[in-house]
């Protein structure tokens, strides 16, 4: 079945395959110091790259939902204070909650981004 395909045609894709994947070796003329990158490598890196900044952006929508909601929350427990004239149990509980949960989003939404960010720091290159 191979034998139906030209030689040049099949020299043609081998070659080019083997430059995007940097099997192929260095022209003639490149200095020897020189070091070929292989398409291959970059485009897995520049995917990589490119999920590693769509987490960073979700840990930012997260932090903001979080915040929005916590915020919220304190609100409707501040209103609840005032309607009942003093302390309620429930609304006490659910502003303490709602502030924990303003504190933690910060945190949560940071430590995202740092391994993120050291993912991709030590993501091979070559």
């Known amino acids: ?7 040049q045609i099949k020299d043609a894709v081998q070659t080019s395959t083997n430059w995007a994947l940097g099997f192929a ?3 003639d003329g490149t200095p020897a110091s020189s070091t070929r990158v292989s398409a291959g490598g970059v485009i897995a890196y520049d995917k990589a790259t490119q999920a590693a900044a769509l ?3 979700d840990a930012a929508d997260y932090q903001r939902n979080v915040l929005s ?6 609100g409707k427990a501040m209103a609840m204070m005032l309607a009942s004239g003093g302390m309620s ?3 006490l509980i659910a502003y303490a909650m709602a502030l ?6 910060p945190i949560a939404a940071g430590l995202a981004a740092e391994s993120v960010t050291k993912a991709v720091q030590t993501f091979p290159r070559n």
Not at 100 to 105: R, W
């Open 69 to 74: 909601i916590s915020t919220t929350v304190q």
């Open 100 to 105: 924990v949960s303003s504190f933690a989003a």
């Open 1 to 7: 079945m191979t034998d139906a395909v030209n030689s």
């Open 25 to 27: 070796t260095l022209d």
């Open 55 to 57: 987490s960073v952006q």
């Open 89 to 91: 149990e429930p609304a």
